[in-house]
């Protein structure tokens, strides 16, 4: 049966997209060294993707929870995910990305009817086939060019143009088109060392069009249900290996050159931005103006910040505006006659399920951010809590195995603007409350994240859980309403109520040893459940003590901690 794109494997999409960046956000940054070398392409694209994922989400959150159909239709899909990437692009490479993706959309919204203007009439098909397929791919590297004002190759453009190419050229369902454009812009990534000269000089592939392939190969994933091949990593004739690091073989930005990356959401009409491209193109370079239909995305890079700003304003109504200087960190904040306020020596940013644990994170001195169920927190939101922490230095304890990938991009993120983060990969909230035990703002950084780090790491962490179906599990199946014991992430007992289920949990935690157990209680857990559990800990194992919190509204039905 041909293999067709519709919305469940948007969704995955976006979903393969995000964990493909996450994973090799800290590459891509590594060898980010054209058209300035800060180190921060690959967490501009998670960033991107990231609102482009939630943006499809919420599409299908509200049709869950209102009446049918349960599934929305592919081009609401589409326009969301292409909606969302414009919104929250980040940086040149995120802008470009966001234009490819509303390029695409533009053909996958209409069928491929009109798709050399993006109109048509918008059919309301439940997928798209290989021919529509291969026009989206090709309108999405042609409007990325026209984006960009002065188009350079050995860049993601290359690469995009490259994966149309190979696209067009292949036979078959939709599953073999996106697998010939991913192994297209492969080959052409190879190739940019030998067509950009500061690449070739550093030896690294486009920082940019190295995140498009793990897009690519995501998306071949998504349509065919198989992971992409790894892209060979083969060397351009041309480039020149080193020992160090991309970023201390670039060349040193010029001096002369654009001090400041100015970007910004703009509501304005298509003649005004005309006449606004031509006014930024003048005051400096890396210009992109990606959008439509009255919203726009602009990026370039300024010496006159005030002045780009300003043409924005002339033009339409400008807003989400970020200036960073280059080499100095963020300057997005609005500007103050009010001194500014002196930034702490050391915080601590964490995640924690449950108000009564947000409370107890605080009292410890931490900057929370709420991990809600169904709801987990997006990297902006933990740089945000990064701002409010005002410190030079920032320990983050994202308390969550599958917040990974996020709590790296927010790190990277709040490094650029100059702040010093240390993330600790805590994966549960007992984990955060031992490593804030023996944390030490007066000892040095490197010092107290080795402490902390060392303290998480030596405590085991369960938690209780309600099976919402039947299920298999490494403990077994499952039936829906049974009370399930995760010991570090993995089902280890099924019990039928939470009492024995913990004891049963406690026990095997504890067969290897422990001084102390943590247990942190859901709202509807009474207090003699904990009483309970003190009593088996006291009588069955000596020299251990217990202690208790309360999780409240929000949390697990429980937490366990051993160490």
Avoid: K
């Avoid at 993330?423 to 023996?438: D, E, K, M, N």
């Amino acid at each position: 049966m041909p293999q067709v794109l519709d919305v469940v494997a948007v969704r995955a999409w976006c979903s393969l997209a995000l964990e493909g960046l996450g994973r090799d956000r800290a590459e891509i940054d590594a060898i980010n060294v054209y058209p300035v070398a800060d180190g921060d392409t690959g967490t501009n694209l998670y960033l991107t993707v990231e609102s482009a994922q939630q943006a499809v989400e919420a599409v299908f959150a509200g049709l869950q929870a209102g009446r049918e159909p349960a599934v929305p239709a592919l081009p609401e899909v589409m326009r969301a995910m292409a909606h969302g990437a414009l919104i929250g692009a980040r940086g040149n490479s995120g802008t470009i990305l966001a234009q490819l993706l509303r390029g695409m959309a533009q053909v996958l919204v209409s069928g491929g009817d009109d798709c050399d203007t993006g109109g048509g009439a918008v059919r309301e098909t439940d997928h798209v086939d290989a021919h529509t397929l291969r026009l989206a791919l090709e309108r999405a590297a042609v409007s990325a060019r026209e984006a960009v004002a002065h188009p350079v190759e050995g860049t993601v453009l290359t690469v995009a143009t490259a994966a149309a190419h190979a696209a067009a050229g292949s036979d078959g369902d939709c599953a073999a088109v996106v697998r010939a454009a991913y192994e297209g812009a492969c080959a052409a990534l190879d190739e940019t060392p030998g067509q950009l000269a500061a690449l070739g000089r550093a030896g690294v592939v486009d920082a940019g069009g190295r995140g498009l392939v793990v897009v690519l190969g995501a998306l071949s994933e998504a349509v065919s249900g198989r992971a992409a091949p790894a892209r060979a990593q083969v060397t351009a004739p041309h480039a020149r290996v080193e020992s160090t690091s991309a970023l201390e073989c670039a060349e040193e930005p010029d001096a002369a050159g654009p001090a400041f990356e100015v970007i910004y959401l703009l509501e304005a009409e298509e003649g005004a931005v005309t006449r606004l491209r031509s006014r930024l193109d003048a005051l400096g370079d890396s210009l992109v103006v990606v959008g439509g239909d009255g919203l726009w995305n602009v990026h370039v890079h300024v010496d006159d910040a005030g002045a780009a700003v300003e043409a924005g304003v002339e033009a339409g109504r400008p807003y989400r505006i970020r200036i960073t200087h280059f080499g100095l960190g963020d300057a997005h904040a609005a500007r103050s006659s009010a001194p500014p306020r002196e930034r702490a020596q050391r915080a601590v940013v964490a995640v924690v399920p449950g108000d009564g644990l947000a409370g107890l994170y605080a009292e410890a001195g931490a900057t929370t951010v709420p991990d809600r169920p169904g709801e987990p927190p997006a990297s902006g939101e933990l740089v945000d809590a990064i701002r409010r922490a005002h410190a030079r230095e920032v320990v983050l304890l994202p308390n969550d195995a599958d917040l990974r990938h996020t709590a790296a991009a927010a790190a990277g993120q709040a490094r650029s603007e100059g702040v010093r983060v240390a993330l600790i990969p805590t994966r549960s909230a007992v984990q955060g409350i031992a490593a804030l035990a023996v944390h030490e703002p007066d000892r040095s950084f490197d010092e107290d994240v080795v402490a902390m780090t060392s303290a998480a790491g030596a405590t085991r962490y369960a938690e209780l859980a309600v099976a919402e179906r039947q299920s298999w599990t490494m403990a077994g199946i499952c039936q829906a309403g049974d009370v399930l014991g995760l010991i570090d992430g993995d089902v280890a007992v099924i019990g039928a109520e939470v009492p024995a289920t913990a004891r049963a949990v406690l026990d095997r935690m504890l067969a290897a040893g422990g001084e102390l157990v943590t247990l942190v209680l859901g709202e509807a857990v009474p207090d003699e459940v904990a009483a309970g559990l003190e009593q088996h800990v006291r009588e069955t194992y000596l020299a251990v003590d217990t202690v208790v919190y309360r999780g409240g509204r929000g949390s697990a039905p429980m937490l366990i901690g051993v160490e």
